[in-house]
């Protein structure tokens, strides 16, 4: 199993401003995921973060809007950027052991943008 | 659009009564997996069923795979107010891409 612990749990922010997203993991672990979840919807992956090398990002995702740390096994971040209410979400960090097998999730950042 | 559709979206039922969701994808899978969520938070991984099984259990839960019909289930058994939650699948196909979600159901039971 893997604990994720995932901060802030919440926040409200003023449009134009950015907010950093953290995840922390209790082991190492290759693969770690950022997912967004609009309201009453289901997941949405954002991206992929890898270590040591870029992001990989899902269509609709930039880098630029969607800044993704990784800088070593256990942690990473993602940023929003220029925020405004439709970036209004929770945000979920998850990893997985083995790709595609159980994956273990933070308990998510409910995002509002105002 | 979503490899994984759920129904109901919305599932009100008694304490003690079963409650049954349903999932449906449109592509070749490896596994299947169920998750909840509570209120917004983040999800649990309930159980992972693998394209050649047929069915699956754990304690209450009963999931069933049908790859003909590109469809699964989930069943829980003598449901409790605790339950109440989202319930999403999730898929992963053979094409090696990522997990994809359904769109949930909203369990509620009420006491």
């Known amino acids: 199993s893997a604990v994720i612990s995932q901060k802030p749990s919440r926040d409200i922010c003023q449009r134009g401003t950015s907010l950093t997203i953290q995840c922390q993991v209790d082991?190492?672990?290759?693969?770690m995921f950022w997912y967004r979840q609009q309201p009453g919807q289901s997941l949405t992956l954002i991206a992929t973060?890898?270590?040591?090398?870029?992001?990989?990002?899902e269509s609709g995702f930039v880098i630029d809007k969607f800044p993704i740390s990784r800088p070593n096994l256990t942690f990473s971040t993602l940023t929003v950027s220029n925020m405004s209410p439709e970036d209004s979400s929770i945000y979920l960090c998850?990893?997985?052991?083995?790709?595609?097998?159980?994956?273990?999730f933070g308990q998510g950042t409910r995002l509002t943008v105002v | 659009s979503q490899q994984g559709e759920e129904d109901p979206q919305a599932l009100s039922i008694q304490e003690g009564e079963n409650a049954t969701m349903n999932c449906s994808y449109k592509?070749?899978?490896?596994?299947l997996q169920w998750y909840r969520q509570n209120s917004g938070r983040g999800l649990v991984h309930l159980i992972l069923i693998r394209s050649n099984e047929r069915e699956k259990h754990s304690g209450r839960l009963r999931v069933t795979l049908d790859t003909s019909k590109k469809s699964s289930s989930l069943l829980i058994t003598a449901s409790r107010a605790a339950d109440t939650a989202s319930y999403f699948c999730a898929t992963d196909q053979t094409s090696g891409s990522r997990l994809t979600f359904g769109e949930g159901t909203q369990l509620t039971v009420n006491p």
């Open positions: 592509t070749s899978i490896n596994n």
């Open positions: 998850s990893v997985e052991k083995v790709l595609n097998t159980e994956a273990f």
């Open positions: 973060a890898n270590q040591g090398s870029e992001a990989t990002y």
């Open positions: 082991s190492q672990v290759t693969m």
